[in-house]
């Protein structure tokens, strides 16, 4: 009866072991399985992280090509201007040249004007604002620094 008992408490023992085997077999599974998809999410979201800063760096880099072309359009827009106010600055120059040139003639034509040599003096700061104002625009040497810094 101690025999029979014994090869029952073997055989259970025996059983219990096939199933705690079982059951480590299908725990270290169902670990490998969980890992498996915890790598493969893991690999979904950094591949939609790299794709989403891939879309963020190309949208950053045709705002700053865009801002980049905005600033050299401005920049000739300034250059253009600058151009323009060193012409409007000679044509003024030129027209008191001629002014002055035509008073010049008239009274050296004049018996009580009579200029023999007369040499122009450069005008006073106080004239040459005066003149700007009047010709509408300011002459300012920032413009050749400008043009510089673009070149």
């Known amino acids: 009866m101690f025999q029979v008992m014994e090869d029952t408490m073997k055989s259970s023992i025996s059983s219990a072991q096939r199933t705690a085997d079982k059951v480590l077999e299908n725990a270290h599974r169902e670990a490998e399985l ?4 915890a790598q493969l999410q893991a690999d979904k979201e950094v591949s939609m992280a790299l ?6 760096l190309a949208a950053n880099r045709r705002e700053a090509e865009t801002l980049v072309a905005n600033a050299r359009k401005e ?3 300034a250059m253009q201007q600058a151009e323009q106010a060193r012409e409007k600055v000679a044509e003024y120059g030129a027209r008191v040249r001629i002014a002055l040139e035509a008073q010049m003639a008239i009274l050296s034509g004049d018996k009580l004007f009579h200029v023999s040599s007369y040499a122009l003096p450069e005008a006073p700061a106080e004239e040459v604002e005066v003149a700007e104002q009047q010709a509408g625009f300011e002459y300012r040497p920032a413009f050749d620094e400008a043009e510089e810094i673009i070149e």
């Open 34 to 37: 969980i890992t498996r998809r």
């Open 51 to 56: 794709r989403e800063s891939e879309k963020q």
């Open 75 to 77: 920049a000739e827009i």
